[in-house]
């Protein structure tokens, strides 16, 4: 076991135990609640809880054999090695006796060198420590932080033999952006020694200055009436923490129709997030909408396109099929249809991928089609949920 002072960028919270799995076993006496993590802060165990799910997932892409081959036993300490540094946010551990400041470990600044998509976990021997951002990188799909000539960016892989997930990312970023709306954008990246054709890569878009507060942080920062959703709940504390309601409701019904559009069945509560300044604390805005490649019906089996099957699809966060989520919707009208990419566009772009099939790729152009033919039918006022059943 070992102690530490969890920090915020120089600023002390509290002081830790952490065990030899490296979760947290003990808390001392916060000295500063003010600038603690939002999540779970209404429970006594909160801050045990965020640094537990601040690890990386152990089913992220071969985490879990790239740790044991490097002689790690966990996530846990993986994120304990490394401070539990991140480039979303500035909450990381100090050892006890250390004179470490935030400037010397902070990664916004400071080099790295990793690559987990390559099955790599580096460990300097330097006397000058070299910490890593992947120990705190979040989802299940393979990913990595690198540094491209003096820039941030993140690079994606697939969880399959193809490209579906990257290419999808490319076409939904863009068809956003063409909407007037924020969303990180993303490039195709050939990554060498994988089944797949491409990966997608993208720039940081949090700083010094703003920093990535999911959905999920903001709900359980304060208990939730139980006279309210869960999505009224985000709604209202935003509104507290400086978001005006209204622009917050605009964001999250455009998602919703975005997402149904394309089929996304992902946006659980750490794909919806807000930025934060570092230093008011204030919520500045909803965050550039990312992590979309898991549309467009990606790992779903080549069935009839019925109408039930159209409006039968999955989603989680703030409900758990995308029909009761589209209830949450009071502007139908946010997507101008004339402006989502064409079905040409869909086509030419799944061509990329070698190893994608004729027949997946009609697939997925009639499921794009009949999407948007619904949407349009939900914006003229019908009752989309009649048609399913």
Request: hydrophobic share 35%; with cysteine; net charge negative.
């Amino acid at each position: 076991m070992a102690m530490y002072t969890l920090m915020r960028k120089n600023e002390e919270i509290m002081m830790l135990q952490i065990g030899d799995d490296g979760n947290i076993v003990k808390l001392g006496k916060k000295s500063n609640t003010a600038i603690s993590p939002l999540q779970n802060r209404t429970s006594p165990r909160g801050i045990i809880e965020w640094w537990r799910d601040r690890a990386i997932p152990i089913k992220q892409g071969k985490i879990e054999k790239m740790l044991r081959e490097n002689g790690i036993e966990t996530n846990g300490l993986y994120l304990t090695h490394n401070l539990g540094l991140s480039l979303t946010d500035y909450y990381w551990i100090r050892p006890i006796g250390s004179e470490l400041t935030w400037e010397d470990v902070n990664l916004f600044d400071n080099d790295f060198k990793e690559n987990l998509l390559l099955g790599k976990i580096n460990y300097n021997d330097n006397e000058v420590e070299e910490y890593q951002p992947n120990s705190s990188l979040q989802g299940n799909l393979e990913k990595t932080w690198i540094i491209d000539n003096g820039i941030r960016k993140l690079v994606k892989g697939n969880h399959d033999i193809y490209s579906s997930e990257s290419i999808n990312e490319v076409i939904i970023g863009d068809a956003i952006v063409a909407q007037g709306r924020d969303a990180v954008t993303y490039s195709l990246l050939h990554i060498d020694g994988k089944n797949y054709d491409y990966g997608c890569i993208s720039s940081l878009f949090t700083s010094q200055q703003k920093e990535l507060v999911s959905a999920y942080a903001v709900m359980t920062s304060e208990l939730k009436p139980n006279n309210i959703s869960g999505y009224e709940h985000f709604i209202n504390v935003c509104d507290k923490n400086g978001l005006d309601r209204n622009i917050v409701r605009e964001y999250l019904e455009f998602e919703i129709l975005i997402d149904f559009i394309f089929s996304n069945r992902d946006r659980h509560l750490t794909n919806i997030s807000i930025l934060r300044d570092a230093d008011t604390l204030k919520f500045i805005s909803m965050a550039p909408i990312y992590d979309s490649g898991k549309s467009m019906l990606v790992g779903r089996d080549i069935v009839p396109v019925t109408d039930k099957f159209v409006l039968s699809q999955e989603s989680q966060g703030f409900r758990e099929h995308e029909l009761d989520l589209l209830k949450y919707v009071q502007n139908r009208k946010l997507i101008d249809v004339n402006l989502l990419p064409k079905v040409e566009y869909i086509e030419e772009m799944y061509h990329k991928d070698s190893q994608v099939s004729e027949e997946r790729i009609k697939f997925v152009k009639e499921m794009y089609l009949r999407k948007i033919d619904m949407y349009e039918r939900f914006a003229n006022g019908e009752n989309l949920s009649a048609i399913r059943f």
